[in-house]
């Protein structure tokens, strides 16, 4: 199992700053971490993630105001996020990818953590 805690959530005004923290608890090989976000009524949607050799994959709308990093010896991600929008606004969750080996072959598992608020508003 993977065990994932996020830290960092809150409430903050249009153009400020937020920092996310995920840290990952498992035995198992953790390939790729990172973030997705879902507001109401709306899907769950990428937002960005790294691999361990530092490999990003983000979303249209982190250009230029977020930032994934992650820190391979803690098993941590994290997202700095500036210049924050109302529209940012959404439960944000940490995501890992994990290769397993198991008897029966290769395992490609997702995990999720229980989700952080982030609310934009004035």
């Known amino acids: 199992q993977v065990h994932l805690v996020e830290s960092g959530g809150g409430l903050v005004q249009p153009g400020g700053s937020l920092r996310l923290s995920c840290a990952a608890s498992t035995r198992f090989n953790i390939v790729r971490m990172g973030w997705y976000r879902q507001a109401p009524g709306n899907q769950r949607e990428l937002v960005a993630t790294i691999s361990r050799g530092g490999t990003i994959t983000d979303a249209d709308f982190v250009k230029g105001r977020f930032t994934v990093s992650i820190d391979n010896a803690k098993d941590t991600v994290y997202l700095q996020m500036s210049s924050l929008k109302p529209e940012d606004t959404a439960v944000y969750f940490c995501?890992?990818?994990?290769?397993?080996?198991?008897?029966?072959?290769?395992?490609?598992?997702?995990?999720w953590g229980q989700g952080t608020q982030v609310t934009v508003s004035s």
């Open positions: 995501y890992a990818h994990v290769i397993r080996t198991t008897p029966t072959g290769i395992s490609y598992e997702d995990y």
